[in-house]
Every structure is written in C-alpha cells, then in structure tokens.
C-alpha cells in the first residue's frame, strides 16, 4: 500500500513551451500532496502544497502563476510549469499523506520527474 | 526558525558501522524522520521517531533525543547498496509538510 506515481518520469521541452505533471496515490486518498524541486546534489525544496478543492498554498519565492498547481480529487495532483525556461530543469517530485493515519505519519513520495529544458 | 545541520558527505567501508547525525532546532516538534534517496530517485522513508530513544529496525536504527535536539541514523553491515544520500526530516507543531536537511551522502567502499 500507499503507492504513489508521477507521470511523466522524464520530459524534454523547449523553452516557452508548458509542460504538466501528474501526481497520484494509487491506493489510497490524499486530502494533501505536495510538490519539491529537487536540483543536483540539493536536498528537496518545498515548492507549494497541495489541498482537495482549494488552491494550493505557495512557500516563499514560488512563483504561482508559473508553478500553477491543481487537485481535483483526493488522488490527483498536476503541477503545469508555464513558459519553462532552461532554469527550470530539475527534478520534480510529488508526496502525499495518507489522510487515514492522521497528521505527523510519514508522506509518501513519488518516483519524481525530471525536466529537462532546451 | 527552523534548521537541520548534517554533514554533507560520510565515507565508510563494506561491512562496517556508520553513525550518521542530525541536529535540529525547531520552535515546535512533532517527529523526526530519516528517508534513503539513491542518486535520481525520489526518497524512501527508513524510520520515524517522536519520543526519546532507540528505535531498531534491521541493520538500520534511529535515535532521538528531543531535549538536545539530536538525532542519529546508525547503518549496520554495511553493503554497497547503502551509498546513497540520507535525508533527516521532521515535522514542526502544527505543520502539515517535513522539513527536510539537505542530505547527508554515504559513499561506502569495497
């Protein structure tokens, strides 16, 4: 249990073009995901969380109009990175809670995606 | 605030002990968590710790004492798999997100 996948693994885009990515928990519902950027040899940087049925809530620095974010249902999450830049290229990971076992148990992250921009 | 400290890379050999340690200040704490990340993976949780203690679970055991703010990762028998990048996390009071250190990378050598 409490799988979670993101697709696309890995996307080349150019530069100006969008690009989306899909979180979901497979087996089980997740009232919030989450998405990191992970850059080489960094550890994971919160980009924004994610709430069923309202809008996701940004850290500091995020820009959300570029980063736009959306969870539709308690196991779909997509992050669309708007107007990519070569900047931008890093490895996207989602996580979720598993809104069963209540607050502080751990999340469950995603194989990640990595962006690639030309 | 909110700060992890972890040393940035650990060498060991095959077959051996390591220590791996995480400090952490915090102005409210609700757990610790340590997760394994090989080189272009997502994370992968390993233990989880919110009272005081030793918590062993095969080779790999996890310690935490809140009053020092101090937590270690012990690996046990080591073997080459275990070179990956070991990220202690915790989650604040009140916070719904891990708060993650950035990573401590294990090379561990033949």
């Known amino acids: 249990g409490a799988v979670v996948s993101q697709h696309p693994s890995w996307v080349i885009c150019k530069s100006g073009t969008s690009v989306k990515i899909e979180c979901r928990s497979l087996d089980f519902q997740a009232t919030t995901m989450f998405w990191y950027r992970q850059f080489p040899k960094q550890s994971l940087m919160l980009m924004a969380t994610?709430?069923?049925?309202?809008?996701?809530?940004?850290e500091q620095g995020v820009e959300k109009d570029k980063f736009l974010i959306n969870h539709a249902s308690l196991t779909l999450s997509t992050l669309t990175v708007t107007s990519a830049h070569p900047e931008d290229s890093s490895f996207y990971i989602c996580?979720?809670?598993?809104?069963?076992?209540?607050?502080?148990?751990?999340?469950?992250f995603g194989p990640g995606t990595r962006l690639t921009v030309t | 605030g909110q700060n992890i400290d972890q040393p940035t890379e650990m060498t060991a050999t095959e077959g051996a002990i390591v220590q791996i340690n995480c400090t952490y200040q915090?102005?409210?704490?609700?757990?610790l968590f340590w997760y394994q990340q090989h080189a272009g993976e997502a994370p992968t949780f390993l233990s989880y710790?919110?009272?005081?203690g030793l918590e062993e679970k095969g080779r790999f055991s996890s310690f935490l004492s809140r009053s020092k703010g101090y937590s270690y990762l012990l690996l046990k028998e080591l073997q080459m798999k275990d070179s990956a990048s070991y990220l202690c996390a915790f989650y604040q009071t009140g916070a719904n997100n891990l708060f993650f250190g950035t990573g401590t990378r294990l090379t561990v050598i033949p």
């Open positions: 710790n919110v009272l005081d």
């Open positions: 996580s979720a809670k598993n809104i069963a076992r209540g607050p502080g148990y751990e999340q469950y």
């Open positions: 994610s709430n069923e049925g309202s809008k996701a809530t940004y």
């Open positions: 915090t102005s409210g704490f609700n757990g």
